[in-house]
């Protein structure tokens, strides 16, 4: 994954814009490549709900029930 800040500064009919956008690049295992832009606020949402995925999925590898007995 590559990833960079882009801030667009003015616009043909705003002079003072200063809006930030993530351009993000993605190569998958089979060497294909989707690049895409997204809003700050986008980026920000995508950032929230992969920590809450990522807590979830640790939460459920800690409960006693789904742990895999090593001794049988």
Known sequence: MKWRVDVTIM??????????????????????????????QAFHQLRFTVAKLLKEMDNLDNKPILKIDKQM
């Open 11 to 40: 616009t043909s009919k705003i002079n003072r814009l200063f809006r930030p956008s993530i351009l993000m690049q993605i190569t998958t295992t089979h060497g294909e490549i989707y690049t895409f832009e997204m809003s700050s």
